[in-house]
């Protein structure tokens, strides 16, 4: 079924539930957890290895790899920056993970978006953050 928006809205406004898309949807239902294990294969990387990069406790780590917790959207940041993660590829992670997508209209997210399309370190990212008077990444 192809919806563009405005339809897509107009049938969610719909009382008739019969006539709500769900097959719209299942193609976007994608597991967090395998997502995420299946992107660390992707790009080489163990859980282990990140953990000394990605700055939060070992057991916290490893509970958003095994679907215990959620991931945070700053923790999926720090993920796409640590696998120089592209855009698109970042904003996917973030919404499989459930968070909110990066909008080049919030000074925070121009930044970040600016940074993952340039493929920038971390101390890159922290310089331009700092020098935009936006909160830290990763300090």
Do not use: C
Not at 35 to 43: E, G, V
């Amino acid at each position: 079924m192809d919806m563009d928006t405005d339809e897509l809205l107009n049938t969610l406004k719909d009382e008739n539930i019969e006539k709500f898309p769900k097959e719209l949807f299942e193609d976007i239902k994608v597991d967090a957890v395998k997502y995420l294990n299946d992107l660390l294969k992707a790009h080489n990387v163990t859980v282990k290895e990140l953990i000394p990069k990605l700055d939060y406790d070992r057991s916290y780590i490893y509970q958003m790899f095994n679907g215990t917790r959620t991931p945070t959207r700053v923790f999926v940041l720090r993920l796409a920056v640590l696998l120089r993660l592209d855009y698109n590829e970042t904003q996917k992670l973030l919404f499989v993970t459930g968070n909110t997508l990066l909008y080049p209209k919030i000074q925070f997210d121009a930044v970040m978006i600016y940074s993952l399309e340039r493929h920038l370190s971390e101390q890159e990212i922290e310089e331009l953050l700092k020098e935009n008077h936006e909160k830290s990444l990763f300090w």
